[in-house]
């Protein structure tokens, strides 16, 4: 996967089309993100003898390939390319060519 925790990426299909934000958490085997403020889903927590019962919002999970890394130097999505530089392999921004990590 070529999306990591904490980046910034671009939704490009669904109902939050357009939306940005980062990302909490990637679930490789699966290939899906949890992103800021995007699939925001209603969970009814039950009513306990410590807690009073409640409606949470909360972030569910994505497919990667609904979302695009977002370039804040060209200020725009791009895709992400590997270069190896002293046996180590690294993220390349498609559109500027600099280097992510």
Do not use: C
């Amino acid at each position: 996967m070529n999306i990591k925790k904490n980046d910034t990426v671009l939704v490009i299909t669904g109902k939050d089309k357009g939306k940005k934000g980062k990302v909490l958490k990637v679930f490789p085997k699966t290939e899906r993100v949890i992103v800021e403020g995007v699939n925001v889903q209603t969970k009814h927590q039950k009513q306990t003898r410590k807690e009073a019962a409640e409606i949470k919002h909360q972030e569910g999970p994505i497919h990667a390939s609904n979302v695009m890394f977002w370039d804040s130097k060209a200020k725009a999505p791009t895709r992400v390319g590997y270069i190896v530089e002293n046996g180590r392999k690294k993220r390349v921004s498609k559109k500027t060519g600099q280097v992510l990590d």
